[in-house]
C-alpha cells in the first residue's frame, strides 16, 4: 500500500495558477489509481480529478465538471508523483485538497469519484483564492 504527501498550496488571487504535487511511496505505484479530492469548511469532501493506473504514466484522466477545461492532473511513474496544475483559479477553488490512491481499475467515471474506491489519503493542503 503506497503512502501519499501533498504539497504545493497556497494564496493566490482569483484567475491565478498553482500546481499541486503528490509523492506517493512504495514500488508499485504505476498499479494506482491517482485522485484528488477537496473539502471546503462546512461541505463534503467532493471530487476533483483522477488519473487511471498506468505504466507508461499517461492513463485516462476524469475531471469535476466544476474544473474541466481550467484543471490538469498528470502523473510521473518514475518519479511517483501526481501533479494537479490549476489554472483560472476561482474564489469558489478554496479548499483543503486531498490526494488519494486506489488500487482498482476501471475505465468510467463511475469509480474514480468514489471516496471508498481510494483507500490511502494524505493529510491535505490548503489552497486559497482570494476575490
Known amino acids: 500500500q503506497v503512502q501519499v504527501v501533498e504539497s504545493g498550496g497556497g494564496l493566490v488571487q482569483a484567475g491565478g495558477s498553482l500546481r499541486l504535487s503528490c509523492a506517493a511511496s512504495g514500488r508499485t505505484f504505476s498499479n494506482y489509481a491517482m485522485g484528488w479530492f477537496r473539502q471546503a469548511p462546512g461541505k463534503e469532501r467532493e471530487f476533483v480529478a483522477a488519473i487511471r493506473r498506468s505504466r507508461r504514466s499517461d492513463g485516462s484522466t476524469y475531471y469535476a465538471d466544476s474544473v474541466k477545461g481550467r484543471f490538469t492532473i498528470s502523473r510521473d511513474n518514475a518519479k511517483n508523483m501526481v501533479y494537479l496544475q490549476m489554472n483560472s483559479l476561482k474564489p469558489e477553488d478554496t479548499s483543503v485538497y486531498y490526494c488519494?490512491?486506489?488500487?482498482?481499475?476501471?475505465?468510467?467515471?463511475?469509480?474514480?469519484?468514489?471516496?471508498?474506491?481510494?483507500?490511502?489519503w494524505g493529510q491535505g493542503t490548503q489552497v486559497t483564492v482570494s476575490s
Open positions: 488519494a490512491a486506489g488500487q482498482f481499475d476501471c475505465s468510467g467515471y463511475g469509480c474514480y469519484d468514489r471516496l471508498l474506491a481510494y483507500d490511502s
